[in-house]
């Protein structure tokens, strides 16, 4: 009946039973023996009898008082065989850890409560019970598998910390599913507790390539004793931030950038004055805050700030107002240069008012006002043909050609693997170029780094200079120009013809002449982009270079073109942070937010196998740093931010989650100690709570004996 | 044993005299009173005159009055015969701290000194010792070498086996075959019924008896403290207890025995005195020899 004893060393105090015994019989021979000639007196006495029954009564109780002590030290526990369970049952437990968990529950959090429900639920089974143990945080994750080590798995559970991730049941449950499938041949019991919050974002939401939760629920349903243990919290309001960007993407030093960060009310507040405050931060130093009335809906905060000098930066914004802590940070992370540097490269020389690229020059960096903020983000640099053996591509954000008659190999052997590497290149093509060259070294027919094959050089017809139209006007180059056949200044009086028909199938016509010829081509060319100018960069070929629409048109398109360089660092909890690796290097160790360190191995991908490494256990949120030599990384920091749809803690209750989720399960309140809820037949009852109440009813019923002995006596 | 003779206890009583309050047989003229009517000053009562009395006795005055014969009756004094019944049972040889002697040294103290006096007023003394049986008899006789010998055995007397009381009063009732006075001294441990059955044999026989009942303090009191195994001392056997637990019930009963014994005797008549151990003989002995003289007058 009784299938072990937790502590059976203590059976040895059993023992103790004798010593009442060992006792009375030290005292019965301790006893003086006396004469008494009136002994008749004392025999036959009615009482006699009464009084030895009460004596052995007393004896019998004291050796009981030890007994059920030792029995309780012990630690008995009552098998479920006797109650018509079974040994042969396979427990799979998953505790949700995802960030929502972090809500308070009670005194506690969700999550702290989850852990401690786990820990008595396997403390509840009996030895050799086979577990297994997952956790659901940016992704399902097989914490023990099939173990029966139960101190090792509660031990592990105590030390599990709740995640910032965000996946969902539709990703975990198929999973699931596949752990409670019987094996062939297996006569197992399977039961499955899911411990959770029932956030309704992960157990609703569909995520691509998922499975329908429900549906797969139902399913586990049929093929296991599902208990669903609710461990959320009764107030789903949470403030949560979901959104902090800068106005502008590109931040130099020197210009004023407005940081915006939304924040959104999930649920509804207590109070209608319900009230947010965000405080702004800077590489940890506070630089403003701001308080906003916010029950419901969503608001938003702005703050100015100007970087002094050029450096990485790390944008914090905190919030305080509701009781779910873990979400009230976002973070960004910011690359700030002086300048976002262009490389002009042309084969003539001369004071640089006299250049052909003065004109684009002066649209990559127009002149700035003093007292003003800069204006552009961007710092032209000309260079001659001769001086390109000096110059490292890679530290301009774009390079731009102007038409050339020869082109040097050394500029082929730069230019390319720059553009191929994620470069962008902006190509002018005026009437001095040498077709043959280009064809033979930028085209090659369709393997070079333009998009057509170039075929002649013409002029206006009848002399009337072409105008440039915008034939892409949803390209975001175009987003500050209208969109119409013209610009109302200046003209072009000799373009460049391109084979068309010819033309790299991914090679898109972004403006045409009005005589129809391709004016603007982009490209990709392996990581890179290349825009192609069919015209000149300056007058008298090309007026348009004078006008005030062409800074705007080069500002826009080197916009485009750079991007967002900060995104690869800026990642959200779950998504995979890769970066390129500059220098070989065997292996390099990453430190998590936790300060837990991984290590990590570049691996070559894609058909050119470059190396790359790749991290995808993103599921802290803050600071991982990649602890490698200079020169190895471009990026060796990012930050990741929390999933939006974590910070709704809306949830399902019991009754809606029965009527979404049919199927046989047994839902669990949070106040219900994991024993009751499990019921009988499934536990394994440990007796000495039992054992030690006895222990005191024996107690209290010798004292009032021998008391009440004694006083008849008297 | 020490000597039973003391002098002291001897000397308190020495100024009373012990008087049977029964009517004695004696054949020597004594303090006693004789159930026999003879020659004696004091007259008794009349009857008529038949003829054959002696006419010495004829009371002339009566006739002279009432002109009939009446003759004179006439209380005959005698001598004592006074038996000391002894118990020399083991129990007697119980004494405990608070007590002078033991029960045994005391009664034969006692009844050595009653005996003393008996011999002084010439009545005759004889003794008996027993336990479940006769142990030893002295025939009465009124001599100084008749009390040297009933002193020498008292002396010498050894514990004996268990009381038998009832049944030993009877032999000894069936041993004194002249009316006299018995002075019986015992713990009296026995069943009450056996020693009523035993008392009225002595009755029967028309002695008067007195019974000297000796107690120890300690059996009186039944003061015992802590877990003790207590041992019969004529073969009862043992018994293990906390002598709080029983002490209600040892006096109740010791009580109920005692009231058993002095309805026996006040059934048969007969004095009975309760003495301890601890009680000096010579402030006991008058009182016993007083509370005799004040129930008889």
Redesign the interface.
Known sequence: MLSFFSNAMMLWALLAVALPIIIEIIFRLRRRQVDLPTIRYLLRNPEEKKMKRQDRLLLILRCLIPFVLAAAMARPLLSPDWRGGTQNRHVTILIDTTVSMGQQAGVSTAFALAKKKAVRLIRALPEKTQVTLASLGHRMRIEKERTDDLYALREHVEAMKISHGAATMSEALPELKELVTPKADEEVNHELYILSDFQKATWLKKSAGGADPVKVLQEIGELAEVFVVDVGGSRPFNYFITALEPEDPLLVTGKTVRFDAQIEAKGVAEGADAKVRATFLVNGEKKGSQERNLATGSTSVSFTYRFGSPGEYLIEVAIEGDNHRLDNRRYYLASVPDQYDVLIVEEGGGAPSERDSWFLASAVTPRTRPGLDRFSVFGARSAQTSEILREDFDRYAAVCLLGMDRIPDDLIKKLEPYIRDGGRAILFFNKDVNRWEYNEKLYRKGAGVIPARLVNAASAEDGKPLSFSITADTHPIFRELQAGPSFKTGGINTFMALDEKGRLPDAQILASFSNGKPALMETRIGKGQVFVFCMAAHPPENFMATSPEFPVLIQELLRYSVGRPDAVVNLESGEVFKQDVLVSAQHMILRKPDNTKVRMTPAKVGAEKLLQVRFEQTDRMGMYEIDAQKGVLKRPRFVVNLRAQEGDLARLDEDAFASTFTGRKTWVQPSTPMEEAVGEKYSVVELSGSLLWCLAALLAAESFLAWKFGKRRK | MAGVFDPKAIASIDHLDIKAQRLMEGFMLGNHRSPFRGVSTDFAEHRHYVPGDDTRHLDWKVYARADRFFVKKYEQDTNLKAWMLLDCS???F?KSEGALMS?YEYAATLLASISYKFYKQQDAIGLMLFDKDVVSMVPPKASFSQFKLMTDTMEKAKPGKDTALGEVIKKLGMQIKQRGMVILAS?F?DDIDALSEGLSMLNFEGNEVVLLHIE?PL?RSFD?N?????????G??K????P???KA???A??EE?IAGLYHACRMQGFFIEQLETSESLESTLPGILNTRSEVRT
């Open positions: 083991n129990s007697m119980f029960k713990d441990l120890d059996e015992f802590g877990q003790t195994v207590f041992r019969g001392l004529e009862e056997g018994l293990n207890c906390n709080g637990d029983v019930h040892y006096l009963q010791r025995h």
